[in-house]
């Protein structure tokens, strides 16, 4: 058995909104049309994948899409984009099955390739099917009324042939039927279904996007951790996460120093990936000297909240042998949840000394280290 896959891809998309085709459309890191030629180029009983794509755009898909064995123009119906598909399967001359599929289902794999190879061993095609689990009604009159829905199937794709079974199935098939497995069903080939996934559910509809990200590509929490030091100096009192507090000296820094919401910001932005204080806020810009740190603590939960995410919790340890942090933990703790916008619990505030060891030993300055994990947000919709 030596199997060509081919991926259609030939339409426009409109249904599902926006401007560009949803085959290019992002789903995680890569388009919706990367999905399955990945399953298919991976699969060790796939030959040749063949990409049937939007006429005179071969050249854009050949070099967005690379790895294909061939980029075929589309045609006018669906039908005629998997005539010209068939085509290109011919070509190599030892090709015995096919298995044709939507580039807007991203969600097949290896196990549904796998069920289809077996079914092939029987039959002359076979395709992925779920059986209806919602009640069906039709419309009728001011009224509804039941259809029975025992035995009924929801087809998906790839629908797998023989090669010769499907060719002269198109070559006889009136234009416009439903699928590929109705085009062999009407020259009476042997077919059979096996079992499907939620996963190969197709995006049709805007709504389609979330629900096979959820699916395919579940977010994960996220987790950073961040470290900041500063230098003490002549003054009379420090700020330590948003709380001013009596002591012998001052911290140094361009902004008011609040060494513990520093490496919580760093946290906050190394769990998203997205740099570091210094890169949101340089020193060496005005506008931040003396500013107050919340500022930047805040905008770091902004960026996570923007991002789908919300603190899961965080755990900050102060390091100095002064001044003594344990009767204002309760204040910082409390401060810090104020501007990250969550509840307490999820924030933890800790001091250590290093036994009289190092620079805060010799208390020379204090250093701060952070973790922070950010869960994702559960969507809505
Ligand atoms: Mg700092």
């Not at 099955?97 to 069920?115: L, T």
């Not at 416009?176 to 096996?194: N, P, S, W, Y």
Request: glycine fraction near 10%; hydrophobic fraction near 45%; charge should be negative.
């Amino acid at each position: 058995m030596k199997i060509a896959a081919i991926i259609v891809a030939a339409g426009r998309g409109n249904r599902a909104g926006g401007k560009i085709p949803k085959q290019l459309r992002l789903l995680g890191s890569r388009p919706i049309m990367a999905w399955s030629l990945a399953a298919f180029s991976r699969h060790a009983q796939i030959g040749p994948v063949i990409l049937v794509v939007p006429e005179g755009e071969e050249e854009e898909y050949r070099a967005r899409f690379p790895g294909a064995a061939a980029y075929i123009p589309g045609g006018e119906s669906r039908q005629a984009s998997v005539r010209n598909g068939l085509s290109a399967a011919i070509a190599p001359g030892d090709i015995s099955h096919v298995m044709i599929h939507d580039a807007a289902r991203p969600g097949v794999d290896e196990i549904i390739i796998d069920r289809l190879i077996a079914a092939l061993d029987t039959h002359d095609g076979a395709a992925p099917a779920l059986p209806v689990a919602d009640a069906l009604k039709r419309p009728s009159g001011q009224s509804v009324e039941d259809v029975d829905r025992t035995g009924l199937f929801r087809v998906q794709t790839p629908q797998a042939f023989r090669l010769d079974v499907i060719l002269s199935a198109l070559a006889d098939a009136p234009d416009g039927m439903v699928d590929d497995l109705a085009v062999a069903q009407h020259a009476g080939a042997r077919l059979t279904l096996v079992e499907g996934h939620e996963r190969l559910g197709k995006v049709t509809y805007p709504e389609d996007f979330s629900r096979m990200q959820a699916l395919l590509c579940p977010p994960v929490p996220r987790m950073g951790s961040g470290f900041d030091v500063h230098a003490f100096e002549p003054g009379d009192h420090v700020t330590l996460c948003g709380i001013e507090i009596a002591h012998t000296a001052r911290l140094k820094g361009h902004s008011d120093a609040d060494v513990g919401w520093h490496a919580l910001t760093d946290a906050i932005l190394g769990a998203l990936g997205l740099g570091d204080i210094g890169d949101h806020f340089p020193p060496s810009d005005e506008q931040w000297r003396g500013a107050p740190s919340h500022i930047f603590l805040a905008e770091a939960m902004r960026l996570a909240r923007a991002e789908g995410f919300e603190l899961g919790n965080c755990d900050l340890t102060l390091i100095c042998e002064a001044p003594k942090i344990k009767p204002h933990r309760e204040a910082m703790r409390k401060r810090t949840a104020e501007v990250l916008g969550v509840d307490g619990a999820r924030i933890s505030v800790k001091a250590t000394t290093t036994e009289a060891l190092g620079f805060t030993g010799r208390r020379e300055g204090i250093a701060a280290q952070a973790i922070a994990v950010l869960s994702p947000k559960v969507s809505s919709s």
